[in-house]
Nanobody, 124 residues
Framework: VQLVESGGGLVQAGGSLRLSCTASGFTHDDYAIGWFRQAPGKEREGISYIDSNGRSHYADTLKGRFTVSRGNAKNTVYLQMNSLNPEDTAVYYC???????????????????WGKGTLVTVSS
């Protein structure tokens, strides 16, 4: 299984970015994909996840600014990030999990597979 993130870069405060995560190597479409981030000197933070049926969950602190969606090709998941601020600067990772959980499980315990991450830098 391979996960590849793209779409990171430098953006000014108040701007938007859309990240993409493309999964390959799965033999079926029944897996959840989640987004996480890790800022320098901080622990990994869960952002959102979406399952194969399109049900999504967000971290309370990020709900409203970030939106996760699944593309027409079910192996691609997007993270739309709006109203970015310098505190959003981090490496953003996507993960995938075959077993389904609800609530904050993935945020607490992570996922089975991980991408290498894409850097998002928000300038003030």
């Amino acid at each position: 299984v391979q996960l590849v993130e793209s779409g990171g870069g430098l953006v000014q405060a108040g701007g938007s970015l859309r990240l993409s995560c493309t999964a390959s190597g799965f033999t079926h479409d029944d897996y959840a994909i989640g987004w996480f981030r890790q800022a320098p000197g901080k622990e990994r933070e869960g952002i959102s996840y979406i399952d194969s049926n399109g049900r999504s969950h967000y971290a309370d602190t990020l709900k409203g600014r970030f939106t996760v969606s699944r593309g027409n090709a079910k192996n691609t998941v997007y993270l739309q990030m709006n109203s970015l601020n310098p505190e959003d600067t981090a490496v953003y990772y996507c993960g995938a999990n075959v077993d389904f959980y609800t609530g904050t499980y993935y945020f607490d315990y992570g996922m089975d597979y991980w991408g290498k991450g894409t850097l998002v830098t928000v300038s003030s």
